[in-house]
């Protein structure tokens, strides 16, 4: 049924009809809408649930491997400082292959402390084993949720589904919430591939000298990369049972003839878009990748669909300090070396700390490479109140 | 409470269920207390551990000893997940089965103090061991808040200048219904214990003195003796407390001095100059006393 | 596109002002984004909230910047937050004031509307939480959301009196604007 709704509420909804077992979460601005809604829901026995009130986002995390470890299917959220706080448990989690599904509402880390968006927290983890899923808006957040399950107890690795904090997550519109069958029917009951159960004895997280880490390790990897298949298996299974495009690994706008094209990720795609149909307008032949599988990160797909492109932008929400972009950087490495020479990829920042980030200066952004490479610039720097020496 | 006919509470079970050939130290007190509590338990039986000896000696791939369900993940979490294992089971209707969770020194009193809390404080049926060698043993002798007064540790090399945090008052103070203390050189009334503890529903609290030959600095085959003089001397207390109520207090009729337990370990060798203790001794004596009063031992 | 910003003070309902909008729009047929400038909110606060309307689904994330309305639930926040920004020369600002809208001295070529909320707001609801008579101007005004549909959302998000009230208020609103386009 389609609801006006804020973001954090349909996402509670969804992982509602997603039946799981165990929930655990520690109360984080801005993802504690979702938390709240979820104990609620339990509480009114909507939905049948052990729900538990930890203290503090690591003893979250703990609690959620622990009950995915005995076979409940168990879910979590947190964002920014809680996620750097159960850091360790992210990677436990993903190497003892637990398919939990986590809900990080993208803020920025202190310090100095913000508590608006942007997408550094979810970077911190991109390599710890977790597939990591970004939506577009608040119908693909609640979506991908149902896949994410889906996707995790598949292959046994744990989904992360990013959504922009407060922009999304306390963004009212409209969103269509399945009802329970439709979910039953999409997800199956959760059936674990092991267990702590005495009735067959086995154990997890071993202590694993050098002659075994580096092969768990391998087949972590591989199976990373090959989980690309599942999630565009999933993303189709979910389109014939819906009837509507979500997930996946890329989506494509406005590519055809496009001189260039803008890489991006999360929320901002929907401003890009309407630039882009403004700009086609004027004539001026702009397109967009936007990226919905972060980890593992859609390599071919992305240089299959802009092999051909001269003029690439890289906008996000993040940055590797003394580095330069992140995605950016992921970007520049589906190319080979090799080939198309006078190709530029240009890398710019916005947004960090919940910088408002307008259709102006994404036009601006595009005018600059139709000219010319960008190595590394930011959207919107206020150079004013930055003192020389430090420019 | 599931009522246990003392037979059955006083029987010392041996189920190998914590198999010989894991990789402990000679003499280790943790091993033998783990055996202990593990075939008290029964097969009907999940472990959690915490980073530590136990994990490191007992887990590596691909021989591990446990030869019921385990699960080990970090070193300050393993209440949070034993929570966590306890709600799954209930979430799924499935068991009942005896969750066990277990940590050492640091596991359960410094890093892993804010998960156990949390565990205790929502009151889930988890039976929390602590295995106590009073320092952090697997990392190279560190000290802990489990520490002695006088305890020479890597950390505390001129001797440590604190008493032991007293986790099983924190643990009745946090109002769970059952508490207790225990050494490794009595089976039966460990065994009694974790039995006890395992009928009772809700958090249960399981302290366990467990010598560490090479922390300590003895011998190995001096492991039960050390348990000994610990409660000869009124320095480890045994004890229950049930629903709030202390009960069967290990009573000491002969007392000893506790010069003759510090004399026995490498780590008190320093309070001996020329064999003449220093006022640190009589510091621990004073403990001593302290506890032989608080519980009339 | 049509983009509605409105100024409140924490505590104001100026969210919830933003999402009843929203829920009307979305009742009469139409898309709707809403969704507050974020920040640690404290009661008291200068806030602001935004609203889009249209006819297709709105994918644009940033803040209203040159919104073609205005909502001012607080008329002293005129001196203390350049509130008019980016009004657009011909949209419309209405504002919770006791004073017509000559005497607030507002320098902009938009449209300046008032209407006493706070003290409509006491009478009606017992509270000095202006939003429903707000909107219910806002709608008479404009013709943008149906009155119909605000009522069933404000009915649907605040079951009981509150909601009663709350519609109460938004009719009385209703009236004093029709009656003033009557005479004009």
Redesign the interface.
């Known amino acids: 049924m389609l609801k006006?709704i804020?973001g954090s509420h349909a996402v509670a909804e969804v992982v509602a009809l997603c039946r799981p077992?165990?929930i655990?979460a520690y109360p984080i601005t801005?993802q504690t809408h979702i938390v709240e809604d979820l104990a609620g829901l339990v509480g009114e026995r909507h939905l049948?649930?052990?729900f538990?009130?930890?203290?503090?986002e690591?003893?979250a995390a703990?609690?959620?491997?622990?009950?995915?470890?005995?076979?409940?299917r168990?879910y979590t959220a947190t964002t920014s400082q809680g996620l750097l706080l159960m850091n360790?448990?992210i990677y436990?989690i993903a190497g003892?292959r637990l398919p939990i599904v986590m809900t990080c509402a993208n803020r920025a880390i202190s310090a100095p402390l913000n508590?608006?968006n942007d997408q550094q927290d979810s970077m911190t983890v991109r390599d710890a084993g977790w597939i990591q899923l970004f939506a577009e808006?608040n119908q693909e957040a609640a979506d991908l949720h149902m896949q994410a399950f889906k996707i995790a107890e598949q292959i046994s690795v744990p989904v992360m589904v990013c959504m922009?904090g407060?922009?999304l997550t306390?963004?009212?519109?409209?969103v269509d919430i399945p009802d329970q069958k439709e979910v039953d029917d999409f997800l199956p009951p959760f059936q674990p591939k092991a267990m702590?159960?005495?009735r067959?004895?086995?154990?997890?997280?071993?202590?694993?000298?050098p002659r075994?880490y580096m092969e768990t390790r391998y087949i972590l990897h591989r199976t990373l990369e090959k989980s690309t298949e599942a999630i565009k298996q999933v993303s189709a299974d979910f389109a014939k049972a819906f009837g509507r495009e979500s997930g996946g690994l890329i989506k494509t706008y406005k590519l055809e003839g496009a001189d260039v094209v803008i890489v991006s990720l999360g929320?901002?795609?929907?401003?890009i878009?309407?630039l882009i149909d403004q700009m086609r307008e004027e004539g001026k032949k702009v397109g967009l990748l936007q990226i919905t599988s972060y980890r593992p990160f859609p390599r071919k797909e992305l240089y299959d669909a802009l092999r051909d492109k001269m003029k690439i932008v890289v906008l996000e929400k993040c940055i590797s300090l003394g580095r330069g972009g992140i995605l950016a950087t992921d970007v520049r490495w589906s190319f080979p070396r090799a080939e198309k020479k006078d190709r530029a990829i240009s890398s710019f920042i916005g947004g960090l700390g919940?910088k408002?980030?307008?259709?102006d200066e994404l036009r601006l952004m595009v005018e600059r490479v139709e000219k010319e490479p960008v190595e590394l610039d930011f959207i919107g720097l206020n150079k004013e109140i930055i003192a020389e020496r430090d420019l | 409470m599931i009522e246990l006919s003392q037979e059955d509470l006083n029987r010392v079970e041996k189920k190998n269920l914590f198999a010989s050939g894991h990789r402990a130290c000679g003499g280790c007190g943790q091993a033998l207390a783990a055996r202990l509590v593990v075939d008290a338990a029964g097969?009907?039986?999940?472990a959690?551990m915490a980073t530590g000896c136990l994990?490191?000696f007992s887990?590596?791939?691909?021989d591990?000893s446990?030869?019921?369900?385990?699960?080990?993940?970090?070193f300050?979490?393993c209440a949070?997940?034993?929570?966590?294992?306890?709600?799954?089971?209930?979430?799924?209707k499935?068991g009942p089965?005896n969750i066990i969770a277990q940590g050492g020194d640091g596991g359960t009193a410094d890093i892993g103090f804010?998960?156990i809390?949390?565990m205790f404080?929502?009151g889930h049926d988890v039976l929390y061991v602590c295995y106590d060698n009073e320092a952090y043993m697997n990392t190279g002798v560190q000290r802990s808040s489990f520490t002695p007064l006088g305890a020479k540790t890597t950390t505390t090399p001129t001797g440590n200048r604190t008493r032991k945090k007293d986790l099983p008052q924190i643990a009745v103070d946090h109002r769970i219904p059952y508490v207790a203390t225990a050494t490794v050189d009595d089976y039966r009334d460990l065994q009694r214990k974790v039995k006890t503890a395992l009928s009772i529903e809700g958090p249960k609290y399981l302290h366990i003195l467990a010598p560490c030959p090479l922390g300590w600095g003895h011998p190995g085959d001096m492991t039960v003796m050390l348990c000994r003089l610990a409660k000869d001397t009124g320095l480890f207390p045994v004890f229950e407390v049930l629903h709030g109520k202390l009960m069967n207090v290990l009573k000491v009729p002969i007392k000893k001095p506790v010069e003759d337990y510090l004399k026995l370990q490498n780590r008190f060798r320093h309070l001996f100059k020329k064999g003449v203790p220093t006022a640190t001794v009589a510091e621990i004596q004073e403990i001593a006393d302290q506890n032989i009063e608080r519980f009339n031992i | 596109m049509i983009e509605i910003r409105i100024h409140g003070r924490g505590g104001q309902g100026n969210v919830a002002a933003?999402?009843l909008l929203?829920?009307a729009a979305?009742k009469d047929g139409k898309?709707?984004?809403?969704?507050?400038s974020?920040g640690?909110e404290r009661v008291g606060a200068p806030v602001m909230a935004f609203v889009r309307i249209d006819d297709k689904k709105?994918?644009?994330?940033?803040?209203v910047?040159f919104p073609d309305y205005l909502i001012v639930q607080d008329q002293y926040l005129l001196d203390t937050v350049p509130v008019l920004d980016g009004l657009k020369p011909n949209g419309m600002v209405l504002i919770n004031a006791d004073k017509r809208p000559e005497e607030l001295g507002l320098k902009t070529t938009a449209t300046v509307e008032t209407i006493p909320g706070t003290e409509i707001a006491i009478e009606i609801i017992g509270r000095p939480i202006p939003n429903a008579i707000m909107i219910g101007a806002f709608c008479s005004l404009t013709g943008l959301v149906s009155l119909e549909a605000v009522q069933q959302a404000i009915m649907e998000k605040f079951p009981g009196s509150v909601g009663k009230n709350n519609v109460a208020a938004l009719e009385r609103a209703h009236e004093i604007i029709q009656k003033r386009k009557e005479h004009a």
Request: hydrophobic content about 45%; proline content about 7%.
């Open positions: 006006q804020e077992h165990v655990s801005p049948e649930a052990e538990v009130n930890v203290e503090s690591f003893a703990s609690v959620v491997l622990g009950a995915s470890a005995a076979g409940a168990a360790e448990v436990c003892m508590i608006w808006d922009d407060f922009i306390h963004a009212f519109e409209p702590l159960d005495p067959w004895p086995r154990g997890m997280g071993l202590y694993a000298d075994f929320s901002v795609v929907g401003t878009k309407d919940g408002n980030i307008t259709q | 097969e009907n039986t999940i959690l994990e490191i887990t590596p791939y691909p591990p446990w030869r019921i369900p385990f699960l080990h993940s970090l300050e979490n949070a997940v034993a929570s966590g294992v306890e709600a799954a089971y209930k979430a799924l499935k089965v804010q998960c809390s949390g404080e929502r | 933003a999402e929203a829920i979305f898309f709707a984004q809403a969704f507050p974020f640690a709105i994918r644009l994330r940033e803040e910047r």
